[in-house]
């Protein structure tokens, strides 16, 4: 049965108009636990339907972070406008909504399957908002003290739509003043809309955030020159987060070259690829 629970919208922070990060704070009782990669659900009475309209968001905030929980959240408004993320995004701070407990098993696995701990290179393909759990994964092996190396990729359509990029560059940085074996972290983002005015300034990787897979003419990919080898299941496991299309067109690369997702694991219970889509 689920059961909802109150919290506080504490915090928005409008990135555009249609684009925004907000944080909750249960109304009783400590934020919850969670995994990072979990997502919660939220949930707001609509008065049209008269009902609870409940929606599932991954969770930015890392579970090391007692003091909130930070969402990363578009306001759907074509065909016709969403109706929790309408209601949302006409929220104030202060205002009052409804959460499910965080669930989900789009978590980073410590161990592989024989027991062996897993320390292959983490890499995140997010589109959109789907860059949200790999915010939390970040914060979470930053905070932990861990050096297992995480590659963060983000696409998106114009160069307003990079959230967390302040954050992930600093993280970044921090990389490489500390060193590889102290905190390992790469960022890069992708614009898919580079021809267009607004986009003016990038000159960066451009298309969709699966063009850091792909090679032309035999040539490594922009993720291999950025790691420094060739990508194989044996040094890589992959998170890919967006749009199905997104998850398509990784797995259009990754499949021949051997890798396996986790719903269609081997019969030793081996994958390299974890997915989550909304579509
Ligand atoms: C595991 C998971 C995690 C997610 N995490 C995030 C996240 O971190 N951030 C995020 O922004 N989103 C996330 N989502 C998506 C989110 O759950 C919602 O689906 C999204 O916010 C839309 O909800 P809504 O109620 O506003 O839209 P809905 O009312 O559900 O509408 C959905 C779509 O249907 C269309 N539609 C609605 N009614 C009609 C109709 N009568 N005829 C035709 N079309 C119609 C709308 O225009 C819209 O395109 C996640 C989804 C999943 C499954
Ligand atoms: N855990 C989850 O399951 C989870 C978490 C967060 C978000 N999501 C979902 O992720 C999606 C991202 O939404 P968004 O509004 O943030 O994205 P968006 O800003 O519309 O798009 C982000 C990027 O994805 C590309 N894109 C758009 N449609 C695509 C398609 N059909 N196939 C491949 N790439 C596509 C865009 O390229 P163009 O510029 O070419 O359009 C852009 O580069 C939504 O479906 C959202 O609900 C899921």
Redesign the pocket.
């Known amino acids: 049965m689920v059961v909802d629970n109150k919290a506080v919208i504490t915090y928005v922070q409008i990135q555009k108009e249609d684009?925004a990060v907000f944080r909750i704070v249960p109304k009783e009782g400590d934020v919850p636990q969670y995994k990072s990669g979990q997502?919660i659900t939220l949930g707001t009475h609509v008065p049209s339907e008269n009902k609870i309209i409940r929606r599932?968001?991954?969770i930015a905030s890392h579970p090391e972070n007692r003091k909130y929980v930070e969402l990363?959240i578009?306001w759907?408004r074509k065909p016709l406008p969403g109706r929790l993320t309408t209601q949302l995004f006409s929220a104030k701070e202060g205002d009052e909504i409804i959460w499910v407990k965080p669930t989900?098993a789009?978590t980073i696995e410590e161990k592989k399957p024989n027991g062996e701990p897993d320390n292959r290179r983490i890499v995140c393909l997010?589109?959109?908002?789907?860059?949200?759990?790999f915010v939390s994964y970040a914060q979470h092996l930053h905070d932990t003290g861990s050096n297992r190396e995480i590659v963060v990729l983000h696409?998106?359509?114009?160069v307003d739509?990079l959230g967390y990029r302040d954050l992930l560059t600093k993280m970044e940085e921090e990389s490489l003043d500390r060193g590889k074996n102290k905190w390992n972290f790469r960022y890069r983002a992708?614009?898919?809309?580079p021809q267009e005015w607004f986009n003016r300034s990038w000159n960066g990787q451009k298309g969709?955030?699966?063009t850091f897979l792909q090679s032309k003419d035999g040539e490594s990919s922009p993720l291999e020159k950025l790691v420094g080898e060739k990508i194989t299941i044996d040094n890589t496991v992959f998170f890919i987060?967006?749009?199905?299309?997104?998850i398509?067109?990784c797995m259009d690369v990754l499949t021949p070259k051997g890798f396996v997702t986790e719903r269609n694991k081997r019969p030793d219970k081996s994958f390299e690829i974890k997915y989550?889509?909304?579509?």
């Open positions: 684009l997502f599932a968001y991954s990363y578009r759907v989900g789009f997010g589109g959109g908002t789907g860059l949200a759990p696409g998106a359509s114009y739509e992708s614009i898919s809309r969709r955030v699966e987060c967006g749009w199905q299309g997104t398509d067109g989550e889509s909304y579509g």
